[in-house]
Protein backbone atom coordinates (compact mmCIF):
# COMPACT_ATOMS: atom_id res chain seq x y z
CA UNK A 1 0.00 0.00 0.00
CA UNK A 2 1.16 3.50 -0.58
CA UNK A 3 -0.22 5.45 2.51
CA UNK A 4 2.52 7.43 4.49
CA UNK A 5 0.71 7.89 7.72
CA UNK A 6 2.84 9.94 9.27
CA UNK A 7 3.55 12.84 6.32
CA UNK A 8 0.25 13.18 6.50
CA UNK A 9 -1.23 17.11 7.76
CA UNK A 10 -4.54 17.47 9.89
CA UNK A 11 -4.22 15.85 13.25
CA UNK A 12 -6.60 16.49 15.60
CA UNK A 13 -6.26 17.96 19.21
CA UNK A 14 -8.87 15.43 21.28
CA UNK A 15 -7.97 17.38 24.31
CA UNK A 16 -11.49 19.34 24.30
CA UNK A 17 -13.29 15.52 24.96
CA UNK A 18 -11.17 15.74 28.23
CA UNK A 19 -14.69 16.68 29.86
CA UNK A 20 -17.25 14.79 28.04
CA UNK A 21 -21.37 15.66 27.81
CA UNK A 22 -24.01 13.96 29.66
CA UNK A 23 -25.63 11.01 27.34
CA UNK A 24 -29.38 12.63 26.90
CA UNK A 25 -32.22 10.94 28.80
CA UNK A 26 -33.03 7.47 27.26
CA UNK A 27 -29.86 7.40 25.13
CA UNK A 28 -29.16 3.77 23.70
CA UNK A 29 -26.68 1.97 25.78
CA UNK A 30 -23.05 1.56 23.77
CA UNK A 31 -23.05 -1.58 21.38
CA UNK A 32 -21.71 -4.63 23.40
CA UNK A 33 -23.21 -4.57 26.56
CA UNK A 34 -19.98 -5.10 28.50
CA UNK A 35 -18.84 -2.64 31.54
CA UNK A 36 -17.23 0.77 30.19
CA UNK A 37 -18.10 -0.17 26.92
CA UNK A 38 -15.70 -2.95 26.19
CA UNK A 39 -16.42 -5.48 23.50
CA UNK A 40 -13.32 -7.37 22.73
CA UNK A 41 -10.01 -8.51 24.25
CA UNK A 42 -8.90 -5.81 22.55
CA UNK A 43 -11.11 -3.42 21.60
CA UNK A 44 -13.63 -1.32 22.98
CA UNK A 45 -17.24 0.72 21.60
CA UNK A 46 -16.40 4.62 22.38
CA UNK A 47 -18.94 6.97 23.86
CA UNK A 48 -18.67 10.18 25.03
CA UNK A 49 -18.33 9.07 29.02
CA UNK A 50 -15.75 6.51 27.94
CA UNK A 51 -13.55 7.98 25.42
CA UNK A 52 -10.84 10.01 27.42
CA UNK A 53 -9.99 7.10 29.48
CA UNK A 54 -9.15 5.17 26.36
CA UNK A 55 -7.82 7.82 24.42
CA UNK A 56 -4.99 8.79 27.27
CA UNK A 57 -3.99 4.90 26.67
CA UNK A 58 -2.79 6.48 23.50
CA UNK A 59 0.19 8.05 25.69
CA UNK A 60 1.57 4.49 26.19
CA UNK A 61 0.86 1.93 23.46
CA UNK A 62 -1.27 3.64 19.95
CA UNK A 63 -4.58 3.49 19.59
CA UNK A 64 -6.63 2.83 16.37
CA UNK A 65 -10.03 4.47 16.23
CA UNK A 66 -12.59 3.59 13.51
CA UNK A 67 -15.47 5.29 12.85
CA UNK A 68 -18.22 3.51 10.43
CA UNK A 69 -21.67 3.61 9.97
CA UNK A 70 -23.37 0.11 9.17
CA UNK A 71 -26.55 2.31 7.41
CA UNK A 72 -24.46 5.19 5.43
CA UNK A 73 -21.54 2.75 4.63
CA UNK A 74 -21.90 -1.03 5.23
CA UNK A 75 -18.75 -1.98 3.96
CA UNK A 76 -17.22 0.10 7.11
CA UNK A 77 -18.79 -2.51 9.25
CA UNK A 78 -17.05 -5.19 7.58
CA UNK A 79 -13.95 -3.09 8.06
CA UNK A 80 -14.75 -2.88 11.79
CA UNK A 81 -14.48 -6.78 12.18
CA UNK A 82 -11.60 -7.36 10.39
CA UNK A 83 -10.01 -5.13 12.58
CA UNK A 84 -11.21 -6.50 15.76
CA UNK A 85 -9.38 -9.51 14.49
CA UNK A 86 -6.00 -7.49 14.13
CA UNK A 87 -6.61 -6.02 17.51
CA UNK A 88 -6.59 -9.71 18.90
CA UNK A 89 -4.01 -10.84 16.32
CA UNK A 90 -1.37 -7.89 17.66
CA UNK A 91 -2.38 -8.72 20.91
CA UNK A 92 -2.27 -5.32 22.72
CA UNK A 93 0.21 -3.29 20.55
CA UNK A 94 -2.94 -1.11 19.16
CA UNK A 95 -6.32 -0.91 21.24
CA UNK A 96 -9.69 -0.72 18.65
CA UNK A 97 -11.53 2.57 19.37
CA UNK A 98 -15.11 1.89 17.54
CA UNK A 99 -17.25 4.79 17.22
CA UNK A 100 -20.95 4.02 15.47
CA UNK A 101 -22.39 7.64 14.04
CA UNK A 102 -25.46 6.00 14.18
CA UNK A 103 -25.42 5.49 17.94
CA UNK A 104 -22.76 8.37 18.86
CA UNK A 105 -23.73 11.39 16.70
CA UNK A 106 -22.33 13.57 18.90
CA UNK A 107 -19.52 11.94 19.32
CA UNK A 108 -18.84 12.08 15.54
CA UNK A 109 -19.70 15.76 15.37
CA UNK A 110 -17.04 16.54 18.29
CA UNK A 111 -14.03 14.45 16.96
CA UNK A 112 -14.62 16.73 13.41
CA UNK A 113 -15.56 13.48 11.56
CA UNK A 114 -15.68 14.32 7.53
CA UNK A 115 -17.13 11.19 6.22
CA UNK A 116 -17.38 7.46 7.28
CA UNK A 117 -15.34 5.49 7.23
CA UNK A 118 -12.32 6.45 8.51
CA UNK A 119 -9.71 5.29 10.47
CA UNK A 120 -7.56 7.25 12.58
CA UNK A 121 -4.24 6.58 14.57
CA UNK A 122 -4.09 7.93 18.13
CA UNK A 123 -0.58 8.76 19.57
CA UNK A 124 -0.26 10.93 22.72
CA UNK A 125 -3.86 11.86 22.92
CA UNK A 126 -3.55 13.11 19.05
CA UNK A 127 -5.61 11.95 16.28
CA UNK A 128 -3.92 11.37 12.36
CA UNK A 129 -6.25 10.26 9.73
CA UNK A 130 -4.84 6.56 8.65
CA UNK A 131 -7.83 6.06 5.96
CA UNK A 132 -10.79 7.04 5.01
CA UNK A 133 -11.85 3.38 2.99
CA UNK A 134 -12.22 0.07 3.89
CA UNK A 135 -9.40 -1.75 2.13
CA UNK A 136 -9.93 -5.65 2.07
CA UNK A 137 -8.13 -7.33 5.48
CA UNK A 138 -4.58 -8.00 4.14
CA UNK A 139 -4.41 -4.42 3.84
CA UNK A 140 -5.33 -3.46 6.55
CA UNK A 141 -2.89 -5.73 8.09
CA UNK A 142 0.51 -4.93 5.74
CA UNK A 143 -0.75 -0.81 6.87
CA UNK A 144 -0.75 -1.73 10.64
CA UNK A 145 2.02 -3.23 10.53
CA UNK A 146 4.13 -0.43 8.95
CA UNK A 147 2.40 1.80 11.40
CA UNK A 148 3.30 -0.26 14.26
CA UNK A 149 6.67 -0.52 13.25
CA UNK A 150 7.24 3.08 12.51
CA UNK A 151 5.95 4.10 15.57
CA UNK A 152 8.25 1.49 17.22
CA UNK A 153 11.22 3.36 15.69
CA UNK A 154 10.34 6.50 17.58
CA UNK A 155 9.59 4.75 21.02
CA UNK A 156 6.06 3.78 21.20
CA UNK A 157 6.39 0.18 21.86
CA UNK A 158 4.00 -0.29 25.02
CA UNK A 159 1.10 -3.03 24.54
CA UNK A 160 -2.46 -1.89 25.56
CA UNK A 161 -3.75 -4.72 28.72
CA UNK A 162 -6.49 -6.77 27.81
CA UNK A 163 -10.29 -4.98 28.34
CA UNK A 164 -12.44 -8.47 28.38
CA UNK A 165 -14.19 -8.22 31.63
CA UNK A 166 -12.29 -5.17 32.57
CA UNK A 167 -13.81 -1.34 32.69
CA UNK A 168 -12.59 1.35 31.29
CA UNK A 169 -9.54 3.27 32.80
CA UNK A 170 -11.08 6.64 34.20
CA UNK A 171 -9.44 9.78 34.65
CA UNK A 172 -6.54 10.31 37.53
CA UNK A 173 -6.56 6.12 38.00
CA UNK A 174 -3.31 5.10 39.75
CA UNK A 175 -0.92 3.99 37.15
CA UNK A 176 1.06 0.83 36.98
CA UNK A 177 4.18 0.81 39.65
CA UNK A 178 7.39 0.74 37.34
CA UNK A 179 10.17 -0.30 39.13
CA UNK A 180 12.82 2.51 38.96
CA UNK A 181 15.67 0.44 37.95
CA UNK A 182 14.04 0.54 34.34
CA UNK A 183 13.35 4.39 34.46
CA UNK A 184 16.24 5.20 32.75
CA UNK A 185 16.16 2.86 30.12
CA UNK A 186 12.18 3.31 29.35
CA UNK A 187 12.62 7.39 29.61
CA UNK A 188 14.80 6.57 26.55
CA UNK A 189 12.81 4.47 24.44
CA UNK A 190 9.56 7.42 24.93
CA UNK A 191 12.41 9.69 23.69
CA UNK A 192 12.98 7.54 20.82
CA UNK A 193 16.92 7.50 21.34
CA UNK A 194 16.88 3.35 21.20
CA UNK A 195 20.45 3.05 21.26
CA UNK A 196 19.83 4.76 24.75
CA UNK A 197 17.85 2.09 25.89
CA UNK A 198 20.30 -0.29 24.64
CA UNK A 199 22.93 1.19 26.85
CA UNK A 200 20.79 1.32 29.85
CA UNK A 201 19.45 -2.16 29.28
CA UNK A 202 22.95 -3.34 29.23
CA UNK A 203 23.68 -1.74 31.97
CA UNK A 204 21.39 -3.77 33.93
CA UNK A 205 21.88 -7.11 32.41
CA UNK A 206 25.60 -7.15 33.20
CA UNK A 207 24.94 -5.82 37.05
CA UNK A 208 22.74 -8.71 37.17
CA UNK A 209 22.27 -11.34 34.57
CA UNK A 210 19.41 -13.28 36.40
CA UNK A 211 17.87 -10.50 35.33
CA UNK A 212 15.11 -11.58 33.18
CA UNK A 213 12.78 -8.34 32.72
CA UNK A 214 16.16 -6.78 31.82
CA UNK A 215 16.98 -9.09 29.62
CA UNK A 216 14.19 -8.71 27.80
CA UNK A 217 13.77 -5.24 27.73
CA UNK A 218 17.12 -5.45 26.05
CA UNK A 219 16.50 -8.18 23.57
CA UNK A 220 13.14 -5.84 22.32
CA UNK A 221 15.52 -2.56 22.53
CA UNK A 222 17.70 -4.57 19.84
CA UNK A 223 15.10 -5.85 17.92
CA UNK A 224 13.81 -2.03 17.66
CA UNK A 225 17.82 -0.53 17.12
CA UNK A 226 18.44 -3.59 14.12
CA UNK A 227 14.98 -2.24 12.77
CA UNK A 228 15.72 1.51 12.41
CA UNK A 229 15.39 3.32 9.27
CA UNK A 230 14.37 -0.20 7.46
CA UNK A 231 12.49 -0.35 4.60
CA UNK A 232 9.57 -3.36 4.99
CA UNK A 233 8.99 -4.39 1.61
CA UNK A 234 12.43 -4.49 0.69
CA UNK A 235 13.25 -6.53 3.59
CA UNK A 236 10.84 -9.17 3.14
CA UNK A 237 11.30 -9.27 -0.80
CA UNK A 238 15.08 -10.00 -0.04
CA UNK A 239 14.06 -12.88 2.72
CA UNK A 240 11.73 -13.81 0.00
CA UNK A 241 14.64 -14.19 -2.36
CA UNK A 242 17.47 -15.56 -0.34
CA UNK A 243 15.65 -18.37 1.71
CA UNK A 244 19.14 -18.99 3.32
CA UNK A 245 20.72 -15.59 4.03
CA UNK A 246 21.05 -15.43 7.79
CA UNK A 247 20.86 -11.81 7.82
CA UNK A 248 17.70 -11.38 5.04
CA UNK A 249 16.01 -14.29 7.45
CA UNK A 250 16.83 -12.56 11.17
CA UNK A 251 16.35 -8.77 9.49
CA UNK A 252 12.26 -10.38 8.65
CA UNK A 253 11.88 -12.26 11.87
CA UNK A 254 12.58 -8.95 13.62
CA UNK A 255 9.76 -7.34 11.34
CA UNK A 256 7.61 -10.25 11.53
CA UNK A 257 8.07 -9.50 15.87
CA UNK A 258 6.81 -5.66 15.54
CA UNK A 259 4.02 -6.68 13.40
CA UNK A 260 3.03 -8.47 16.19
CA UNK A 261 3.67 -12.18 14.44
CA UNK A 262 5.25 -13.13 17.19
CA UNK A 263 4.92 -17.16 15.99
CA UNK A 264 5.85 -16.62 12.15
CA UNK A 265 9.08 -14.55 13.69
CA UNK A 266 10.22 -18.09 15.50
CA UNK A 267 8.34 -20.34 12.88
CA UNK A 268 10.93 -18.65 10.20
CA UNK A 269 14.12 -18.66 12.27
CA UNK A 270 13.40 -22.60 13.33
CA UNK A 271 13.57 -23.01 9.45
CA UNK A 272 17.00 -21.45 8.64
CA UNK A 273 18.19 -23.19 11.48
CA UNK A 274 16.83 -26.60 10.60
CA UNK A 275 18.50 -25.43 6.70
CA UNK A 276 21.35 -24.44 7.82
CA UNK A 277 24.94 -25.61 9.57
CA UNK A 278 28.36 -24.20 11.51
CA UNK A 279 28.44 -20.59 12.12
CA UNK A 280 25.18 -19.22 9.95
CA UNK A 281 23.39 -22.14 11.77
CA UNK A 282 24.76 -20.52 14.88
CA UNK A 283 24.11 -17.28 14.19
CA UNK A 284 20.43 -17.96 13.47
CA UNK A 285 19.73 -19.81 16.97
CA UNK A 286 21.73 -16.96 18.75
CA UNK A 287 19.12 -14.40 17.24
CA UNK A 288 15.87 -17.01 18.20
CA UNK A 289 17.28 -17.15 21.87
CA UNK A 290 17.02 -13.49 21.66
CA UNK A 291 13.54 -12.96 20.22
CA UNK A 292 12.84 -15.61 22.94
CA UNK A 293 13.96 -13.37 25.54
CA UNK A 294 11.79 -10.23 24.37
CA UNK A 295 8.74 -12.66 24.12
CA UNK A 296 9.34 -13.98 27.46
CA UNK A 297 10.40 -17.34 28.60
CA UNK A 298 7.34 -17.91 30.42
CA UNK A 299 4.95 -17.54 27.70
CA UNK A 300 3.61 -20.62 25.74
CA UNK A 301 4.53 -19.43 22.40
CA UNK A 302 8.17 -19.18 23.38
CA UNK A 303 7.83 -23.00 25.31
CA UNK A 304 6.66 -23.99 21.60
CA UNK A 305 9.37 -22.16 19.88
CA UNK A 306 11.91 -23.98 21.89
CA UNK A 307 10.17 -27.32 21.22
CA UNK A 308 10.32 -26.33 17.89
CA UNK A 309 14.21 -25.22 18.07
CA UNK A 310 15.31 -28.83 19.45
CA UNK A 311 13.45 -30.90 17.14
CA UNK A 312 15.69 -28.49 14.37
CA UNK A 313 18.98 -29.09 16.19
CA UNK A 314 18.37 -32.44 17.32
Known sequence: MSQQPFSRPGAVDLSALKRPAQPAPGAAPAPGGAPGG??????????????????????????LMAVYSPTQAPDSARMVQDLETLADEFEGRFLLGKVDVDRAPQLAQALQIPSVPLVALVVQGRMMPLLQEAPPLEDLRALITQVLQQMATQGVSGRHQPLTGAAAPEEGEEQEYVDPRYAPAESALEAGDIDGAVAEYQKLVDANPADAEAAGGLAMAKVLQRTQGVDLNAARAAAAERRDDVAAQTLAADLDMLGGHVDDAFARLIDLVRRTSGDERDQARQHLLGLFAAVGNDDPRVLKGRQGLASALF
Open 38 to 63: ASGTYSVDLDEQNIQGHLESSMNAPV
